[in-house]
């Protein structure tokens, strides 16, 4: 049981953690100083999050590791984060694909885990679903603007979107010994949440002109640490400082 | 024995109380940790300082923590510890009335009341923290510090910082 439950929130930390780290490879070159802003904002709220599940974590798994050990010191492999947050961020539309698909999937989520049988699951769900909210609203309202925008921001969304239909199943996946924690009101049951998000999904590509989700062939997993080769890359940049200085304090 | 040890509890809580409504925000020093609604007071035993962070990934929170503890250690206070909690979530209605006041004086729109459990950028009326006017728009969702907002004033154009619902 331990064991899984580490497993699961190395997958809510490690979401969140990979995802805020591309955020902030927009900082400095967004379309506009003001999407700059937005996109480190995000992150940082992401890192926030990634610090307060793995340092859980640490604490589940009782082998000393903190959150700072386990983002800077563990290997691709050893990463549960989904597929889909590690996908290069492409242009600014595909960016804003992605965090429209994955911020719509961690608000259902969230707002199932504040009810969660474990106190601090359910505290850290409560601090950051206020935030995610807004993620979600944000990222709704530029996919409308862009799908229903010019001839060209239209298209950038539709390529943005084509890339990212084949990890959704990737993101929602469980296996036995999850969902025996989510009967027990642990973890939330993720195949439940799936009708309102590809409801929530659907309605807002409606409003912004874009073609329905196609089905297409889904790829795994990376819930069981078998990634795409862009995690490397950017796990080689993120963890580059800590790994050459291991003992630095500052 | 520290001073700390050598206070009597209720003397040693107004120590406390005192030493922390000077230490400021390190993003808008203008108000105090205590303001902000940060410094929820002083655990059971009287050990424990118990603060709670704002926005979860509020960059500020180290150094907020840093600043209690090097406030505590020059007032003697070594002892007493410092215990962070999550639960029940921070919102900007623990924005105390004075730290309001100070907001606006520093010219930052401070966030009205009952906040709680609406959206980060719920627009309603906000008021121009130089001239008073509420006839103000939204520049930019994302301003200065991940708590604000830029604004701007429509009467005399200045625009300002809004403190974002939380």
């Known amino acids: 049981m331990s064991d899984t439950l580490f497993r699961s929130l190395l997958e809510l930390g490690d979401d969140s ?94 707002e199932q885990l504040v009810k969660s049988a474990d106190p601090r699951i359910a505290e850290i769900a409560a601090k950051a679903v206020k935030e995610v909210r807004s993620h979600a609203d944000i990222s709704a309202e530029w996919v409308i603007r862009l799908g229903d925008g010019t001839e060209d ?65 889904q790829v795994g997993s990376g819930r069981q640490g078998k990634h795409s080769e862009h995690l490397s890359h950017l796990l080689a940049e993120m963890q580059q400082l800590a790994r050459a200085h291991p003992e630095a304090t500052w | ?60 929170t180290i150094a907020i923590e840093l600043a209690i503890r090097v406030a505590l250690d020059e007032a003697g206070l070594e002892d007493i510890g410092i215990k962070t909690v999550l639960s029940p979530p921070w919102t900007t209605d623990m924005i105390s009335d004075a730290g309001r006041d100070k907001l606006r004086a520093y010219g930052i729109a401070p966030p009205p009341k009952g906040a709680e459990g609406r959206s980060l950028h719920g627009a309603d009326i906000v008021e121009c923290p130089q ?4 006839r103000t728009k939204e520049v930019s969702r994302f301003g200065s510090t991940p708590c604000k907002a830029l604004w701007q004033c429509s009467d005399c154009h200045e625009p300002f910082d809004r403190f974002k619902c939380h």
């Open chain 1, 153 to 217: 921001s239209h298209e950038r969304m539709v390529d943005g979107f084509d890339w990212f239909w084949r990890f959704i199943d990737d993101m929602f996946a469980m296996d036995d010994d999850q969902r025996a924690l989510a009967e027990q009101g642990i973890l939330a049951d993720k195949a439940a949440l799936r009708p309102a998000f590809d409801a929530r999904v659907a309605a807002v590509l409606a409003e912004a002109t874009l073609p329905a989700a196609q089905p297409v062939w």
């Open chain 2, 1 to 60: 024995m520290s001073a700390g040890a050598a206070l009597s509890q209720a003397a040693l809580r107004a120590r406390i109380d005192t030493v922390l409504a000077e230490v400021p925000d390190p993003e808008i020093p203008a108000v105090s940790v205590v303001d902000l609604g940060i410094v929820r007071g002083v655990d059971a035993d009287g050990r424990n300082v118990i603060v709670t962070p704002t926005y979860t990934g509020c960059p500020a």
């Open chain 1, 17 to 110: 953690l990979i995802l805020g780290q591309r955020l902030c490879e927009w900082c400095g070159k967004a379309p506009s100083v003001e999407v700059d802003l937005s996109l480190s904002n995000l992150g940082l709220d992401l890192m926030g999050q990634a610090t307060l599940f793995l340092n859980y974590a640490g604490e589940v798994e009782g082998k000393g590791r903190d959150g700072d050990r386990l983002a800077f010191h563990r290997d691709g492999e050893q990463f549960r984060n989904s597929l889909l947050v590690e996908q290069p961020n492409g242009d600014f539309g595909q960016t804003m694909a992605r965090q429209f698909l994955f911020s719509t999937y961690q608000l259902g989520l969230f």
């Open chain 2, 131 to 134: 001239c008073g006017s509420t």
